[in-house]
Structures are given as structure tokens and as C-alpha cells.
């Protein structure tokens, strides 16, 4: 995978989760996109769940045109994929990011060079089966019967895939994280699950045992983990969505995730973060 440097000088981003367009009425969904057309952004970042298969094109191209040309950039959540597969939802997007030039999809090697000091990299992750009871868990997903990859497959087959998802997302970092991080102060890292349990809530509470195979991506959260150690003057922020519970989270002395909260069918305008 080659790297795919891009220049986004930004002062002040938007951080957006878990929009879940297609669970909002008509009135909610046009208030929604007033809002944020008036908010005052040089860039937003969209960490996943902004729709499902069906309309995910529709939606995106509503949010990019508000935008106007400020850069809107996205990272897909597994809501996204539902109705359809991984590989038709992914080859969907390129093809829209060369229609729209605004609008910008991580996970193809980019590296956005947000300013002197700060980067900004990503990948939609996946939960990967690992954390809390496992695959022992008595919980079931939805998304095993919603998104083709998973069709059909039995218990073992589901969680083995699950775990080859959170995987994927953990060697697209391994190589592309410590390029970032050897050249920018801080490195921000953009993914639709959270990498670390400690950030992982469930309806405002702590996440139980049995729900937290489907809310974490242990692969990731042990990669970033290990890089960060490796680079301990440069900080890593993780911005993540999935759980609707919002968390911030000092993970380590130069590690933090930052995971957005959400009502689905009340889609809501989020942070603001200032880049330095
Ligand atoms: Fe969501
Ligand atoms: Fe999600």
C-alpha cells in the first residue's frame, strides 16, 4: 500500500459520529444539515455510521454539498455496510470521493497533513471479537445477518472473520502510524470502533462482559498501544464512534481516545478541535 500524502491546512475540525442519517424524520435530518452548513469548520471528520448501504451515497453527498468546499473527511461504521457488502459499500465510496471533490474516505494510505505539527490517519476498524467474554459471549450481533460477508456463517467462522477485520485495521497502522508519527508532534487517529475497553460505554454505563466483543477492536487498541510507547515525546489521539456513549480517556501519558456519543434518529453537531 503506498502512501497518499495530502495537505488540509486546518485550524479548527469537526468531529461528527454516528449520524445514522437514515433513522432520522425529514425535519430532524434538514435541521441536522442547516447546522452544520452555518457552523463555523475548516474541515469535519465523520467516524463512521452515517447511514446504511442503501442510502449512504445519497446522505454523503447532502453532508459534502453543505459543506461546500471545506473537506469533509469519513472513515465507514459496520451500520454503513448494512444491506450490501464490505467490497460493494468500499468500491462505492472510492467511486463517489472521485465525484465529489470535497469529500475524502480513509483507509487507502493517507497520511492529511492538518498542519506543521498535526496529522490525521485512518481506517473504519472493526470490533473484533476479542474483548470481554469473546466468542463465549451469549450476546448475538445484528450484523451477522444484515451485512453479506457475514451470511451464513456459523458462530466460529463469524468470530475467525471478526478477528481478521480487527487485524486488517491493526497492519494498516503498522505501517502507516510510525511514518506519521516520525514526522508530525501529534498524530491523530481516526476509526469507527474504540480500540481500547477503557473507553468502551453501553448506554452511558460501563459495557458488559457480554457486549464487548461487538464495541472493541483489541487488535488495534494492543498496536497503538505498542507504537505509542515507541514514540513517547509525540502524542496519539484516537477518535472513535460505534458505542454512543461519549468517553474521554487518557489511555496513556502520550495515548488518548476520545469516543463521540450519539442518539441515532437525533442527529447531533460534535466537537470542535482546535489544531495548533
Ligand atoms: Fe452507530
Ligand atoms: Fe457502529
Redesign the pocket.
Known sequence: MSQIHINLPTKRLLIL??L?LDKAQASYKAKFLNTLQKSDFDAVLIT??VSVAATLTEHLIKIAEVCGNRPVIITT???DYYGSSLREVDQGITDLCANQANLIALGRGEIIKLSRTTALLGHRGWYDGLAGSGKKTRVESPDRFLIEDFRGMGRTDFFRKLNSLGMESADYFRRLLPQALSRYQRVLVATHVPPFTQGVRYDGKGCVWNRQPYFANRSLGNLIWGISKRFPDRQIQVHA??T?SATSVRIRQNLFLEVAG?R?GKPIIGNFLHIS
Do not use: E, K, L, R
Open positions: 459520529s454516528d445514522h463512521g455510521d461504521g459496520n451500520h464512534g460505534h454512543h450519539a441515532p
